[in-house]
């Protein structure tokens, strides 16, 4: 079955421990593309990625940090999380532009305390 | 930088009424326009996109968008209202030129009374 993957699904962790945050695609897509969901604000994106070392900033980078060194996968890292970066997670994947489709993950919920 | 914005943050609805959810974009060249929902507890799926072809398009699930140039409008509709349209639907952006890039607006929670 295509798909994305997000693990893990629901993280409850304190200020400054780092933590990773997987994606992975399935479907040979090159576009991928970290958004974090937040009420009233709609999807804001952090990083993307056109391919394998490939990235760049989004929107709202600050205190994030990707690699993609292969296709398939895109791990987002905070390095030192903080109350702020509470949030909804999606990773999303498309073939070769956005501008077609972009599927996403099942979201990844972050709790910082 | 590409805008696109949702008016009403909610929006409530009786089983079988009109569902008309907006969306206004702001670009000098209308961009590529898409529609997706998100089903508690899921991510999101598109439910449908324009991409210069016809202005009026149809989505999965009965829905259908009318893109206006003229009013810089996608507004998302469906003549008839189900229970399992209550969802947040998010309308979202990719420029023609430049970035290619989705841009999101902030949402309508859609809520369908029986």
């Known amino acids: 079955e295509a798909q994305v993957t997000q693990n893990p699904r629901y993280l409850i962790t304190v200020t400054g421990k780092k933590l990773t945050v997987t994606c992975s695609q399935n479907?040979?897509?090159?576009?991928m593309s970290w958004y974090r969901q937040d009420p009233g604000l709609g999807l804001r994106q952090i990083y993307y990625?056109?391919?394998?070392?490939?990235?760049d900033k989004g929107d709202v980078p600050e205190g994030y940090k990707v690699s993609r060194k292969e296709k398939r996968n895109f791990p987002l890292i905070l390095e030192s999380p903080s109350p702020n970066q509470t949030s909804l997670y999606f990773c999303a994947s498309s073939p070769w532009t956005f501008r077609t489709e972009a599927f996403f993950g099942q979201g990844t919920r972050l709790t910082v305390v | 930088a590409q805008s696109v914005t949702q008016l009403g943050s909610h929006v409530s609805v009786s089983e079988g009424a009109l569902v008309l959810l907006r969306c206004n974009y702001s670009?000098?060249?209308?961009?590529?326009l898409f529609w997706y929902v998100q089903y508690p507890n899921q991510g999101l799926q598109l439910l449908l996109k324009?991409?210069?072809?016809?202005?009026l398009v149809k989505g999965i699930n009965g829905f259908e968008a009318e893109f206006k140039k003229s009013e810089t409008s996608f507004h998302l509709t469906k003549p008839s209202a189900h229970m399992s349209d209550a969802a947040e639907y998010f309308c979202a952006v990719s420029p023609q030129t430049g970035a290619n890039n989705l841009f999101f607006g902030t949402g309508t929670r859609l809520t369908v009374i029986p």
């Open positions: 479907m040979n897509h090159e576009y």
């Open positions: 670009s000098s060249v209308p961009p590529y």
């Open positions: 324009y991409t210069s072809a016809a202005t």
């Open positions: 990625s056109m391919n394998v070392e490939v990235t």
